[in-house]
């Protein structure tokens, strides 16, 4: 069982910048892959970035050159650096785990809010 506790959301001006952050606690070890969603009002769910245990990364298109995920293996948490936020960034965000296993983990999600 893995336990993910995110934390960082908040309102923030286009233009701005947010920390997200992630923390897994149970059994980290089992842990493969980490990634952030998010989800905007009235659509899917959708994959923001993702970082393996092995340090490689993917990111949505939408996000690219703007987000950066990384991950803090001695903490067992994962943050995403947001810069140059858009309205269009505004979502809940989740924090989701995939163990070796293939189980899937998520977070209770964090809002965030960009005013133009």
């Known amino acids: 069982q893995v336990m993910l506790v995110e934390s960082g959301g908040g309102l923030v001006q286009a233009g701005g910048s947010l920390r997200l952050s992630c923390a897994a606690s149970g059994s980290i070890s089992s842990i493969a892959t980490m990634a952030w969603y998010r989800q905007a009002p009235g659509k899917q769910r959708e994959l923001v970035a993702a970082?393996?245990?092995?340090?490689?990364?993917n990111y949505a298109d939408s996000v690219k050159g703007r987000f950066t995920i990384s991950r803090d293996n001695v903490k067992n948490t994962m943050y995403l650096q947001m810069n140059s936020l858009k309205p269009d960034d505004t979502a809940v965000y989740y924090c989701?785990?995939?163990?070796?296993?293939?189980?899937?983990?998520w977070g209770q999600g964090t809002q965030v809010t960009v005013s133009s």
């Open positions: 970082i393996t245990s092995g340090g490689s990364i």
């Open positions: 989701k785990a995939v163990s070796i296993a293939l189980l899937g983990y």
